[in-house]
Structure formats: structure tokens, C-alpha cells
């Protein structure tokens, strides 16, 4: 009998995994994109050997299980360690900025924007720190604070 064992992760990245998860799920859908994402992430930061390619792949592999856990943030959150939760933002505001679900919607959607404002509250993280994460994320075509894309998308409705 072949026991499938838990990825080699600590109960640290597993927290981490779960809080960018949650947001991914924000808008009740899991986007091949945000999947994509999340997993070359979670690989790269997770692998014991960032050298072994092999390594990678068979982690994202036994990561992949773990995404269809639709968690809420307020159940997460209060797990993460302070000194990862700029790192929890930033792969988050990432994952539900990888993706749209219909050509023409923004790429953050409402149900989103609103999971990110949340997510910001519960990690208190300042506006400055905010505005960091953001900026770094944005297509440099197109630099825009994540208060005016909410703004934008607030307009649409």
C-alpha cells in the first residue's frame, strides 16, 4: 500500500500557503492562472534546493491538493508570523492580480479588492507598506495604487 505523505513543508509555509489560498478564493473561483502562480511561488520558496528542478515539480505536485481549501482569511491570518505577513501580502495581491475571469473585467474584481482590503486590516499592515506592495506588483505601464483600482472598479458597478 502507497501512503501519500503531507509536503515536506513547515507548519510556518503552510500557514503562508493557506493565507494566499484564501485570497485566491476571494472571488469564489480558482483561476488556472492563480493556480500556476501559486504553485511556482510556493516551489520556489519552499524547495529544499532551488538548484533541483525535480524538486520543484514533485513539490507542486503534493502542493497542488492543499489549494482547494477554501479557508476564511480571519481563520488564517491570525497564524501568520508577523515577519511573514508583508511576504503574505505581496504573493497574495500577486495570485488576484494574475488573472480575469471574463476578457474586459479588471484583473482585480470586486470580490477581491474587498478580500485584499481585509486581508490588509487583519496583517496591519500600514498604508506605506501597502502602497510598496502595489506599486512593485503593477505593470509599469500602468502604475496605479491599489486604492484607485478599487475606486475603478467601485465605478463599474
Do not use: C
Not at 510556518?12 to 478564493?25: H, N
Not at 476564511?72 to 495581491?93: F, G, H
Not at 479588471?106 to 477581491?112: R, S, V
Not at 498604508?127 to 502595489?134: N, P
Amino acid at each position: 500500500m502507497n501512503i501519500e505523505l503531507p509536503p515536506p513543508v513547515s507548519p510556518r509555509q503552510m500557514d503562508i500557503l493557506r493565507a494566499v489560498t484564501a485570497m485566491a478564493w476571494a472571488d469564489g473561483e480558482l483561476e488556472p492562472d492563480e493556480i500556476n502562480l501559486m504553485l511556482d511561488e510556493f516551489a520556489t520558496l519552499f524547495a529544499a534546493s532551488n538548484a533541483d528542478p525535480d524538486g520543484q515539480e514533485s513539490l507542486k505536485k503534493r502542493l497542488r491538493e492543499y489549494l482547494g481549501q477554501n479557508l476564511p482569511l480571519e481563520e488564517v491570518i491570525p497564524q501568520i508570523q508577523p515577519e511573514d505577513r508583508k511576504l503574505v501580502a505581496q504573493l497574495s495581491y500577486r495570485v488576484i492580480n494574475s488573472s480575469r475571469r471574463q476578457p474586459g473585467e479588471p484583473k482585480i474584481n470586486l470580490d477581491e479588492a474587498a478580500a485584499f482590503q481585509r486581508l490588509i486590516r487583519l496583517l496591519q499592515l500600514s498604508d506605506a507598506e501597502v502602497q510598496e506592495i502595489t506599486l512593485l506588483q503593477d505593470e509599469p505601464d500602468e502604475p496605479q495604487l491599489l486604492a484607485a483600482k478599487i475606486h475603478e472598479i467601485l465605478l463599474k458597478q
